[in-house]
T-cell receptor
Framework: DAGVTQSPTHLIKTRGQQVTLRCSPISGHKSVSWYQQVLGQGPQFIFQYYEKEERGRGNFPDRFSARQFPNYSSELNVNALLLGDSALYLC????????????FGQGTRLTVV | RKEVEQDPGPFNVPEGATVAFNCTYSNSASQSFFWYRQDCRKEPKLLMSVYSSGNEDGRFTAQLNRASQYISLLIRDSKLSDSATYLCVVNPSTGNQFYFGTGTSLTVIP
């Protein structure tokens, strides 16, 4: 079975640009969460989606947005990129509900120059 | 105050040693708890869930003390392959909005 897949794996953007990151959850998983991990820190929660509805939002500016599609895949969009947005962006997949264990994709490493 | 606090280490231990990591969390209503392992430049991988009764998986033992809001991970008979960063993770609700500690770095030395 395929695990959580994210694309692209690496990305270089310039300040002010916009970026879209993609995630396909494990088959059967209905919940997708997004995290940002900067070097030397633990991942920080950005968004959670369950059954195509936003269920949680972390402390990130409105430049960050996300959505979940009917097939449970998800996109994370970041507008007006700043140098500080350079990080590893991780997608986590879980059944949701009373099954909280989450499994992470390999991440997208975003570099803003 | 951070949601989850961990000693970042680093911990450098010889092969065969026993090492313990600790973690505290601030939200007393937190629902579920985990330890994840993260290798350099890789994604976090679930090591084990943590239950109030404590749980063991081979050389790894996890404990949860809800009264003290404290989570621990014990690794016995350390192997070189245990070298990684160990992340303490708390889920404050029934959703999947995890709060991560900064991670504790472990290096097992031959």
């Amino acid at each position: 079975d395929a695990g959580v897949t994210q694309s692209p794996t690496h990305l270089i953007k310039t300040r002010g640009q916009q970026v879209t990151l993609r995630c396909s959850p494990i088959s059967g998983h209905k919940s997708v969460s997004w995290y940002q991990q900067v070097l030397g820190q633990g991942p920080q929660f950005i968004f959670q989606y369950y059954e195509k509805e936003e269920r949680g939002r972390g402390n990130f500016p409105d430049r960050f947005s996300a959505r979940q599609f009917p097939n449970y895949s998800s996109e994370l969009n970041v507008n007006a990129l700043l140098l500080g947005d350079s990080a590893l962006y991780l997608c986590a997949s879980s059944f949701g509900g009373n099954t909280p264990e989450a499994f992470f994709g390999q991440g997208t490493r975003l570099t803003v120059v | 105050r951070k949601e989850v606090e961990q000693d970042p280490g680093p911990f450098n231990v010889p092969e065969g040693a026993t090492v313990a990591f600790n973690c505290t969390y601030s939200n007393s209503a937190s629902q579920s708890f985990f330890w994840y392992r993260q290798d350099c430049r890789k994604e976090p991988k679930l090591l084990m869930s943590v239950y109030s009764s404590g749980n063991e998986d081979g050389r790894f033992t996890a404990q949860l003390n809800r009264a003290s809001q404290y989570i621990s991970l014990l690794i016995r008979d350390s192997k070189l392959s245990d070298s990684a960063t160990y992340l303490c993770v708390v889920n404050p609700s029934t959703g999947n909005q995890f709060y991560f500690g900064t991670g504790t770095s472990l290096t097992v030395i031959p």
